[in-house]
C-alpha cells in the first residue's frame, strides 16, 4: 500500500470507523511492513493531538456560556443602528407633526394646465438639399397635416389585439 492509503486508514482506525475484520488486516500488514507501521504511529499521533486540541476548545466555550451557543452575533453594533434608525424615524414624525401644512387660496384662478399645440410649422430650406428621396419625404411630411401624422401614431392594434395574437402564437410552438 502507498502512504496516502497507510494515513487514510490510520485516521479511520483512530477515529473507531474501521471493522474488526479490517482493522486485523490493517495489522497483520503493519506487522510485516516498519515502514508503513511507522507511518501509521505517526498519523494516529497527529489524529490523538488535534483530537485532544478540539476537545479543550469545545470543552472551553461549554463551559464558559453554560449551554450551546445559538446565534453568535455582537449585539452592540446592532443596538446602535437600531437607535440609529429609531432616532431618525422619531425626528421624522416629529418634523411632520408640528411643519404648517400648505394654504390654498380660497377662490383658485384659472390654471392652465399645458399650452395648446402650436400652430406654426418650422421652416426648414429644403432648397439646399437638392432633388433626392429624401427632399420628397420631408416635404410630403412637412406639407401634411398634423391630425393625420397624430393619427397614423396612434392607431395600430389595442393591447387585447396583442395579447390574443400572442396566445395564438404561443399555442402553436
Do not use: C
Not at 25 to 37: G, Q
Not at 77 to 83: E, G, K, Y
Not at 152 to 170: C, M, N, S
Request: net charge neutral.
Amino acid at each position: 500500500m502507498d502512504r496516502e492509503s497507510i494515513e487514510r486508514l490510520a485516521i479511520d482506525s483512530a477515529a473507531g470507523q474501521l471493522n474488526e475484520d479490517a482493522e486485523a488486516l490493517l495489522k497483520e500488514y503493519l506487522a510485516e511492513h516498519s515502514e508503513a507501521n511507522k507511518w501509521f504511529l505517526d498519523i494516529r499521533d497527529i489524529y490523538g493531538k488535534t483530537q485532544a486540541a478540539f476537545d479543550v476548545k469545545t470543552a472551553f466555550t461549554k463551559q464558559s456560556t453554560g449551554k450551546k451557543p445559538f446565534l453568535k452575533l455582537n449585539w452592540l453594533p446592532v443596538a446602535r443602528w437600531a437607535a440609529v434608525v429609531i432616532f431618525a424615524a422619531f425626528i421624522g414624525v416629529t418634523a411632520g407633526r408640528w411643519s404648517k401644512s400648505p394654504t390654498l387660496e380660497p377662490n383658485p384662478q384659472r390654471i392652465t394646465a399645458s399650452q395648446g399645440p402650436a400652430t406654426e410649422q418650422p421652416s426648414f430650406d429644403l432648397e439646399s438639399i437638392g432633388e433626392s428621396f429624401w427632399r420628397e419625404k420631408a416635404v410630403a411630411m412637412l406639407t401634411s397635416p398634423s391630425s393625420r401624422i397624430q393619427k397614423d401614431y396612434v392607431t395600430g392594434p389595442k393591447l387585447w389585439e396583442k395579447y390574443r395574437q400572442f396566445i395564438k402564437e404561443k399555442n402553436y410552438e
